[in-house]
């Protein structure tokens, strides 16, 4: 079972509604009878009125309801069913756009739904579709196809405004040599989705979806390459896929994807340290320091794993404080204590 925190850190977090700390402990309120997350925009109940669970079973055992709030049942982080509905039947159908009117017809608000994908994919749902539609035509493109061809099977009405859509995406007219894209992909997980990014030269990006920097990470991304980044698949994120599937069962320890993570020299030795820790330990941030030659640079090298653009695969969950504590992580301290226990590491 795993360990609580110390009973004034939960305190404060759930306090501040510190989403953190999500699914690292849950809290009962005497007063009501329910049981929340921390990180529950409920009224907060006084510390007197609250007592702390491990699970959910835990709080359910002990007589308090779920709250229909923050619905602290379901996996931290599952994406609601009606956007991978969405998503779903872009695949089925990529060349025809999803209009305001249809998503409205859906029951969805326009809005909450351009949200949504803005904070999952950096990017509006008009944009993913347009993205996921030029990513096909750009494979159809480099097959030879024709352009007025493609524009008609892409959902436009012209080849004029397939041609000024293209250009929005890629930066250049069909036809000229245009740099490969980047593609994008939503995965599931047990501890929620995750969005990869993938070219010709491996994984360049895995992280969970509610990242806080993930706009910045797009924008390293396209900055580093210079060329688009499109929803669409990759053989490497069907690796990926598989491979994670099988760390998530316990039968891999070591990935095998190819990883591109271009950054300074410094951040690029950190990145290749944290490679280097095994499965089933942990390192400490001044050991991290230490292996890179920096033994005086623990900020540095603290901030640099916090930059980590490969979650799991690049294993910074494996960094703990001196003391032993978890210390952060970018996805969330109850998903860094979820994989160190995946991995039989006890703290």
């Not at 990180?39 to 709250?67: D, I």
């Not at 040599?177 to 990014?197: K, M, N, Q």
């Not at 990935?255 to 340290?273: H, I, K, M, T």
Request: net charge positive.
């Amino acid at each position: 079972m795993p360990q609580l925190p110390a009973a004034p850190e939960m305190t404060r977090a759930y306090l501040a509604s510190d989403a953190s700390y999500d699914g690292v402990f849950y809290l009962g309120v005497k007063t009501t009878g329910i049981f929340c997350r921390p990180s529950c925009r409920a009224k907060k109940p006084l510390p007197r009125n609250v007592e702390f669970f491990a699970t959910p079973r835990q709080a359910s055992f002990a007589g308090y309801r779920p709250c229909k709030r923050c619905r602290p049942l379901e996996a931290p982080g599952k994406p609601p069913a009606w956007a991978a509905q969405l998503i779903e039947a872009i695949e089925r159908d990529p060349g025809t756009p999803i209009r305001e009117y249809q998503l409205r017809a859906r029951g969805l608000d326009p809005a909450r739904v351009r949200r949504f994908f803005q904070n999952h994919y950096g990017m509006s749902f008009a944009a993913y579709c347009r993205g996921r539609r030029m990513s096909t035509a750009f494979h159809d493109i480099r097959q030879g196809h024709r352009v007025e061809d493609i524009a008609l099977g892409s959902g436009f009405a012209s080849a004029s405004g397939f041609r000024a859509a293209y250009g929005k995406t890629f930066g250049d007219a069909p036809g000229k040599a245009t740099a490969e894209p980047i593609r994008l992909a939503w995965l599931d997980s047990p501890l929620g989705p995750l969005v990869a990014a993938a070219n010709d030269q491996g994984l360049l990006l895995l992280e969970f979806t509610e990242r806080r920097m993930l706009d910045k990470q797009f924008d390293a991304l396209r900055r580093y390459f210079g060329c688009a980044i499109v929803p669409g698949e990759h053989p490497y994120l069907t690796q990926i896929r598989r491979e994670l599937d099988e760390y998530f069962a316990g039968r891999r320890r070591d990935f095998d994807v190819p990883l591109v993570y271009p950054g300074s020299e410094f951040q690029r030795s950190v990145w290749r340290a944290l490679l280097t820790i095994p499965y089933g330990q942990t390192w400490s941030y001044e050991a991290l320091a230490q292996h890179v030659g920096r033994a005086g640079a623990c900020r540095a090298v603290g901030t640099t794993n916090g930059l980590n653009r490969l979650a799991i695969v690049v294993p910074c969950h494996r960094v703990v404080n001196k003391s032993g504590k978890l210390g952060g992580y970018g996805g969330g301290l109850w998903r860094k204590q979820r994989l160190l226990e995946l991995e039989g590491v006890t703290l």
